[in-house]
């Protein structure tokens, strides 16, 4: 191992001083829960956004591999504005919360929202998941489904198998890569999300890129490696026909994301990643779901096209 397990508990301090020294900020003050993994005291980053009406309803919000909690802001907004309260972490090994040198499982991050949402004595929840977040949140309501009111996968990744056409990488391989990283190969692949890049997604970029200026960066850097890990490793789409929550699948039309798609043949590269045929697919195995493709969107709806996103999220959750 790269990094030894008392040195990769990274501070959220840290993090925090370089998203004020760019300006960017979490749209809500963060509170904090304490939660026990390998032995290892960590503090889960969350905001809890409570509605003037309450309607009686709450939300979970997950983001993705690349992002944080910070770019729910307008998410946050309408959904509280319309009697919803918010709940929106960032998972352990990402953003504010604490960085633990553990193993990253799907089920071991759903286990610490469930903690999370025990500490608040929320006992139902619609959960709404991006990307990464949407294999997470399928993994929530696969094992809580009790607690899940409804489910919205925003162009979720792990709809295919990665592990069927993306080469294996080793985590010394992934480490190293993960190292590497820069500023540019940061927003080269962000820019991958748009149809069409605008400077008001500059911002997402910087966020992602910030912890490059940690003297610990190594260990963020391995816990990056171990969460491409967790996608590769641990498909959630052989389960989908388990789901017995409300699903609503909110599909970008344009979105052609694929992790791990540097690794394919560039001439084999058109062959995966067609998030309207699978979601369709995904569609026919799921109970009770439905998808709702949005033209001319990528990979971000929440951030790309706002209104049709809050229209249709609004619609889906108000539905008896």
Do not use: C
Not at 294 to 315: D, R, W
């Amino acid at each position: 191992m790269y990094l030894k397990k008392s040195l990769i508990l990274v501070l959220f301090i840290s993090f925090s001083s370089l998203l004020k020294s760019q300006n960017l900020k979490y749209p809500y003050p963060l509170q904090f829960i304490t939660i026990n993994i390998d032995g290892q005291k960590t503090k889960m980053a969350y905001m809890d956004v409570k509605p003037e009406n309450h309607n009686g309803e709450s939300v979970l919000l997950f983001h993705g591999k690349n992002f944080t909690a910070i770019y729910w802001n307008e998410v946050i907004d309408f959904l509280s504005k319309a009697g919803y309260r918010v709940i929106a972490p960032d998972q352990l090994g990402w953003g504010m919360s604490t960085k633990p040198n553990a193993k990253y499982t799907f089920e071991m991050l759903a286990e610490n929202n469930k903690i999370l949402l025990d500490s608040l004595q929320i006992t139902r929840v619609n959960v709404l998941g991006h990307s990464m977040g949407g294999m997470l949140a399928t993994r929530f309501a696969l094992m809580y489904p009790g607690e899940t009111t409804k489910l919205i996968l925003e162009n979720p990744i792990g709809l295919e198998d990665y592990k069927k056409f993306v080469p294996y990488k080793t985590m010394e391989q992934q480490y190293k890569k993960e190292l590497a990283a820069t500023y540019a190969s940061y927003k080269k692949y962000q820019q991958t999300y748009y149809p069409v890049w605008k400077p008001q997604y500059e911002k997402y970029v910087t966020a992602q890129a910030a912890p490059l200026k940690q003297k610990d960066f190594p260990s963020v850097a391995w816990i990056n490696a171990l969460t491409y890990q967790m996608i590769y490793e641990q498909p959630v789409l052989y389960e989908f026909s388990q789901l017995t929550v409300p699903t609503l699948l909110l599909i970008g039309a344009l979105d052609r994301t694929v992790v791990g798609k540097d690794m394919i043949p560039a001439k084999k590269q058109k062959l995966y990643g067609n998030y309207p045929a699978l979601a369709a697919k995904a569609a026919k195995q799921i109970k009770n779901s439905k998808v709702v493709l949005l033209p001319g969107v990528g990979h971000i709806p929440h951030v790309q096209s706002i209104a049709a996103f809050k229209k249709n999220v609004l619609s889906f959750l108000a539905v008896q």
